[in-house]
């Protein structure tokens, strides 16, 4: 074999490993994401101290295509005396981004939304200290078939 030939083979060889390498990683599920991640994320609810105390968590079940979408989760900072609602897609839905959306209501305040095309999760947080709240979580189907949510109708946590 002649040189020319083997430096051709091994760059084409190398070339191919690349590519190959960069396919696999931009198609390889994204890890999990864990509520934690998304309480202390600026992105989140931007308490980076993580503490915090779990009021409510209803699952997101997408009835059509048998798989749990995510989970909605409405949290209390006492440290920081606000409330946070996080959106966390799970399973299949979790790095596959399509709607995704966290609402806080606060009685007599202005609502707080995130929403967009997420992968991972939807969180919006603000002061609530003495305030009764109402939120909503919403995830679109990943293979079709609408939003699934849950929302709450009456004021809640008012103490």
């Known amino acids: 074999m002649s040189r020319t030939y083997r430096r051709l083979l091994a760059r084409l060889s190398l070339t191919l490993a690349l590519v190959l390498g960069s396919i696999t990683l931009v198609a390889s599920p994204a890890s999990a994401h864990t509520l934690r991640e998304a309480v202390v994320s600026a992105q989140g609810c931007g308490w980076s101290n993580g503490a915090y105390t779990q009021l409510i968590r209803s699952d997101l079940w997408d009835d059509g295509n048998n798989m749990p979408l995510g989970e909605v989760y409405v949290l209390w900072s006492n440290s920081y005396q606000e409330n946070c609602v996080v959106t966390l897609r799970v399973g299949r839905a979790d790095g596959v981004a399509s709607y995704t959306e966290a609402v806080l209501e606060r009685q007599g305040m202005s609502t707080l939304r995130d929403e967009g095309n997420y992968a991972h999760y939807a969180a919006v947080s603000g002061d609530a200290a003495n305030t009764c709240i109402r ?25």
């Open 135 to 159: 939120w909503t979580g919403s995830i679109e189907a990943i293979y079709g078939g609408g939003i699934y949510g849950t929302t709450s109708t009456q004021w809640r946590f008012c103490d």
